[in-house]
Nanobody
Framework: QVQLVESGGGLVQAGGSLRLSCAASLRTFRNYAMGWFRQAPGKEREFAASITWNEGNTLYADSVKGRFTISRDNAKNTAYLQMNSLKPEDTAVYYC????????????????WGQGTQVTVSS
């Protein structure tokens, strides 16, 4: 049984920062990746960042690279997405997901999804 719960979204002015959290209830012998995806109204879900749980290897979409940082706290079973220098185009519902294809950028390669948290960046 796997549950993922995102939190930390909200309204922020352009140039500001938010830190998203994803609390995971997951036990597995296998290594896995935690990914962050986002979906704006009328647009398809897109990859933002991912991290392998054991090694901590990371991958970022070009659109967020240098501004967003993904991390994880293994003891707390929690992943984070630190978002700095936010832009209005970052406005979306952000979802965390767990998959067993390491650092995949494709949503269909993730098996479990959280409920999403809204991030709104005003100009």
């Amino acid at each position: 049984q796997v549950q993922l719960v995102e939190s930390g979204g909200g309204l922020v002015q352009a140039g500001g920062s938010l830190r998203l959290s994803c609390a995971a209830s997951l036990r597995t012998f296998r290594n896995y990746a935690m990914g962050w995806f986002r979906q704006a109204p009328g647009k398809e879900r897109e990859f933002a960042a991912s991290i392998t749980w054991n090694e901590g290897n990371t991958l970022y979409a070009d659109s967020v690279k240098g501004r967003f940082t993904i991390s994880r706290d293994n003891a707390k079973n929690t992943a984070y997405l630190q978002m700095n220098s936010l832009k209005p185009e970052d406005t979306a519902v952000y979802y965390c997901a767990v998959g067993f294809t390491a650092l995949s950028t494709y949503s269909f390669e993730y098996d479990y999804w959280g409920q999403g948290t809204q991030v709104t960046v005003s100009s």
